[in-house]
């Protein structure tokens, strides 16, 4: 008799077919990271959805939309799957490819509600207050083009926007509950009066909190980080040496919930490993023994 997830992975698997088709090693660094709850593990089988699921998400140039549905009927028939945040969180991603603002939305906030303290819902939690906070930061250009409209000119700082009634004031602060950093900016060939220009960011974010420069960055392009060994194994939380696929190319030992250069490992079952950037995740091969 098929198991539940049997029956699941062949479920998934039917919906995902409807979608179509050595360097120099420089350092070698430890970094153990702070406590944190050690990952729930997943069966083989689970992960192997995973994995089914990923195949597909990196193959998807349009269709985003179909891809995100298969990723809620996966959710509506197992809403209690341990990779659920990464399920959202891919199809929330999808949504804001396909301009499905309202659902990428939706998605993006229940995780932020149902993260869990373990190292994937830590890593959920910021990437749900990260694409968030670029989507709260459009709500603010529009109020300052429409201020601009009034004055042929953007305000000196964002107290106009709080003069705003409640209903149509735009958030004031980002996902973190800071105020954004909001100033005049110049031209940097012309040569034109003050308030033609500005500058918008989240402190925590910087110089990635337009959601329309980070939409066009590939899926995972800041991960760089490879597994090469299982070091220890011992305890709720593993460690493993990785290289960077950059050139040269660096050594690094993680261990679960640990980060490297904003690359934070939160998992490691029997056949994946699983990384994220606060923007993407990445579902890589267990390294062999």
Same mark, same amino acid.
């Given at each position: 008799?098929?198991?539940? *997830?049997?029956? *699941? ?10 979608? &179509? ?10 970094? /153990? &990271?702070?406590?944190? @709850?050690?990952?729930? #593990?997943?069966t ?20 985003h939309?179909? *891809?995100?549905?298969?990723?809620? #009927? ?16 891919v ?8 301009g ?9 906030l ?32 529009k109020?300052l #083009?429409?201020?601009? /409209? ?10 106009p ?6 209903a /149509? ?5 980002? #996902?973190?509950?800071d ?27 910087? /110089? ?5 420069k ?16 299982l $070091?220890?194994?011992?305890g ?8 960077? $696929? @950059? ?6 030992t ?14 490691? &079952?029997?056949r ?7 923007d ?10």
């Amino acid at each position: 008799m098929r198991s539940r *997830f049997d029956l *699941f992975l062949v479920h998934v698997c039917r919906g995902l077919s409807t979608l &179509g088709p050595g360097c120099a090693v420089v350092g070698l660094i430890l970094l /153990t &990271g702070h406590p944190v @709850t050690a990952a729930t #593990r997943a069966t083989a089988q689970e992960e192997q959805i995973l994995q089914q699921l990923w195949q597909r998400h990196q193959s998807v140039t349009t269709e985003h939309a179909r *891809f995100a549905e298969t990723c809620a #009927r996966l959710e509506a028939r197992y809403p209690d799957y341990v990779f659920l945040p990464i399920v959202r969180g891919v199809a929330a991603w999808h949504h804001l490819q396909d301009g499905s603002i309202d659902e990428s939305v939706n998605l993006w906030l229940r995780i932020k509600r149902d993260a869990s303290r373990d190292p994937i819902g830590r890593a959920a939690q910021r990437m749900s207050r990260t694409w968030l906070t670029r989507i709260d930061r459009e709500q603010v250009r529009k109020a300052l #083009r429409k201020a601009y /409209t009034e004055k042929v000119r953007y305000p000196e700082t964002l107290a106009p926007l709080r003069a705003m009634d409640a209903a /149509t004031r735009p958030p004031l602060e980002d #996902r973190w509950g800071d105020p954004w950093l909001y100033e005049w900016a110049s031209f940097r060939f012309l040569n034109v009066r003050q308030g033609q220009h500005y500058r918008l960011e989240s402190t925590n974010i910087r /110089t990635t909190s337009d959601i329309t420069k980070a939409l066009k960055i590939d899926y995972g392009e800041g991960l760089t980080l490879r597994p090469e060994r299982l $070091i220890d194994s011992t305890g709720d939380r593993q460690t493993l040496e990785f290289k960077t $696929i @950059t050139t040269p190319a660096e050594s690094v030992t993680l261990t679960e919930g640990a980060s490297y250069r904003g690359q934070s490992f939160v998992y490691i &079952g029997v056949r994946i490993v699983i990384l994220a950037d606060g923007d993407h995740w990445e579902i890589l091969s267990r390294p062999s023994p």
